[in-house]
């Protein structure tokens, strides 16, 4: 079945730091694939989204690049900030299955000043 | 746009009780809204799709009868955990789709049960 792997965190960097949360998956189909951010206490965000193989999607400084020849969707920022200590999801959803996610097991990140 | 709220946020309530949470798309009908479950630290577990006039679907290993899921409109589903016991406590996460050619979900803030 379709699946999603993420790096394990918890990640921790300083300030400014460059950024980058791997993220690779299977499918058996074309899969739009997704970024969500939980922020402590909270629930899911969308952070991006893309569609097909090498749209990027971009929001807050955070890219992501669809790659169907290494099934690869890593998310980066290239200086990131306190405020975005939290914990960042992949995760796809094919087209023939009603809508339903599937997601990566979550990475922590805490970004210290 | 494209508010779902979850209430309560947060309820505590005694072994074999039974809890409702409700799930709302503030501004958009659902036809399609999903629960999930999150353990600490631990990804999402869709528990059931929830479509608005029919059944929930339940995905392999979740008890139907032990999360009740009613889909009654366009804008509300509710999950009910009859009979709670410690293990159910969790933390609840439903979302919402506005509709089929939508392949993104909109996501309450979650509802953290716990069970004494």
Redesign the interface.
């Known amino acids: 079945g379709d699946s999603v792997t993420q790096m394990e965190g918890p990640v921790t960097l300083s300030e400014e730091a460059f950024l980058t949360i791997n993220c690779t998956y299977t499918a058996t189909g074309y899969p739009?694939l997704?970024w969500?951010v939980q922020y402590p206490g909270?629930?899911?965000?969308?952070l991006l989204?893309a569609?097909k193989a090498d749209d990027k999607g971009s929001n807050k400084g955070f890219e992501a690049t669809y790659r169907k020849e290494t099934t690869s969707f890593h998310l980066e920022k290239g200086s990131v900030q306190v405020s975005d200590s939290a914990v960042y999801?992949c995760a796809l959803?094919e087209?023939n299955q009603?809508?339903?996610?599937?997601?990566?097991?979550?990475t922590?990140l805490s970004v210290k000043p | 746009g494209a508010v779902v709220s979850q209430h309560p946020s947060r309820v505590i309530c005694k072994s074999g009780t039974s809890v409702k949470i409700e799930c709302r798309s503030l501004d958009f009908q659902a036809t399609t809204m999903f629960w999930y479950r999150q353990f600490p630290k631990k990804s999402l577990m869709l528990m059931a799709t929830s479509n608005e006039g029919s059944k929930a679907t339940y995905e392999q290993g979740v008890e139907k009868d032990k999360f009740l899921i009613n889909h009654a409109s366009l804008t509300l589903s509710t999950l009910t955990v009859t009979s709670a016991h410690p293990e159910d406590s969790s933390f609840y996460i439903c979302s919402a789709r506005p509709g089929e050619r939508y392949n993104e979900q909109f996501f309450g803030p979650g509802t953290r049960l716990t069970v004494l």
């Open positions: 739009s997704f969500y909270e629930g899911l965000q969308l989204k569609t999801f959803s087209g009603g809508g339903k996610l599937i997601f990566g097991q979550g922590e």
